[in-house]
């Protein structure tokens, strides 16, 4: 895992949030970093089911098909460091 996380990214692919709204971005970033839906409604003061539908959004949006594929992305995005 440490040799994954230590590869380098080209610039873009840091920056580009393949079109992710802000708060898509923001939801991806909690679920990344392990929190659950409930956590994330909390912080965001949204419903558990809205945070549901944003996970699915973006999922939907980044072809992903499961959290472990999501924080996969976030750590190759560099959106958050393991």
Sequence with gaps: ???YLSQE???DEKSNLDGL???EHE???YLAE?????EI???LVISPKTVERHRDNIMHKLNLHSRS???RYAIR???IKA
Aim: positive net charge; hydrophobic residues 25%; charged residues 35%.
């Design 1 to 3: 895992m440490k040799d």
């Design 9 to 11: 990214r080209p610039a």
């Design 21 to 23: 709204t802000e708060r």
């Design 27 to 29: 939801i991806l970033t």
């Design 34 to 38: 392990g929190q659950s839906n409930e």
């Design 41 to 43: 409604s909390k912080s």
């Design 69 to 71: 594929e999501l924080v």
């Design 77 to 79: 995005k560099g959106i």
